[in-house]
T-cell receptor
Framework: KNQVEQSPQSLIILEGKNCTLQ??????????LRWYKQDTGRGPVSLTI?????NTKSNGRYTATLDADTKQSSLHITASQLSDSASYIC???????????????FGKGTTLSVSS | KAGVTQTPRYLIKTRGQQVTLSCSPI?????VSWYQQTPGQGLQFLFE???????NKGNFPGRFSGRQFSNSRSEMNVSTLELGDSALYLC?????????????FGPGTRLLVL
């Protein structure tokens, strides 16, 4: 069964600290993996899209890694800010010919709270 | 350039009623996808429309339907509402919905079914 599991479910860190969010998937065949940030009351915003051949991708203070062999991805946030408080959702696409279709499998997200 | 807009933002209905939600994509985007988000199930894909045709469909009952107009605006309809349909309904647009494309989400319509 195609599944995307994220951990931890929630996380509280102090402002300025780093943190890493995990995403494990069993989706096959794999096409790409996306990380979204969703602020409370707003729609998700894309952070990164990673394909099979990409191991690391950065977007400012956000760095995503992908190990297609172990089917694991992580999102590392450096020097956290209060504005990083949000839900982070991992999405895996499992069919290269069907990018926005039934093969999009979502994790349930990690809720990050950054406190001062 | 304006982002994805959704109307209405909030909606309260009773069981058995039907509801229509609207989504206007970013200008030039031809792909519109719809998602349901609930605390228990997270984000789930409903369907995607491209050039007025439903291209992909998620695992939802037939009570959920949609359509897309020639200007790429899309509507989603839910008939015979159930309590479990209470959720945030998000739509997202992209140029073609193709490989590796970024989707841009609207703010969502929050539906409460009583």
């Amino acid at each position: 069964k195609n599944q995307v599991e994220q951990s931890p479910q929630s996380l509280i860190i102090l402002e300025g600290k780093n943190c890493t969010l995990q995403c494990n998937y069993t989706v096959s065949p794999f096409s790409n993996l996306r990380w979204y940030k969703q602020d409370t009351g707003r729609g998700p915003v894309s952070l990164t899209i990673m394909t099979f051949s990409e191991n690391t991708k950065s977007n400012g203070r956000y760095t995503a890694t992908l190990d297609a062999d172990t089917k694991q991805s992580s999102l590392h946030i450096t020097a956290s800010q209060l504005s990083d408080s949000a839900s982070y959702i991992c999405v895996v696409s499992g069919d290269s010919a069907n990018q926005a279709g039934t093969a999009l499998i979502f994790g349930k997200g990690t809720t990050l709270s950054v406190s001062s | 350039k304006a982002g994805v807009t959704q109307t209405p933002r909030y909606l309260i209905k009773t069981r058995g009623q039907q509801v229509t939600l609207s989504c206007s994509p970013i200008s030039g985007h031809r792909s519109v996808s719809w998602y349901q988000q609930t605390p228990g199930q997270g984000l789930q894909f409903l369907f995607e429309y491209f050039s007025e045709t439903q291209r992909n469909k998620g695992n939802f009952p037939g009570r959920f339907s949609g359509r897309q107009f020639s200007n790429s605006r899309s509507e989603m309809n839910v008939s015979t509402l159930e309590l479990g349909d209470s959720a945030l309904y998000l739509c997202a647009s992209s140029w073609t919905g193709g490989f590796g494309e970024t989707q841009y989400f609207g703010p969502g319509t929050r539906l409460l079914v009583l």
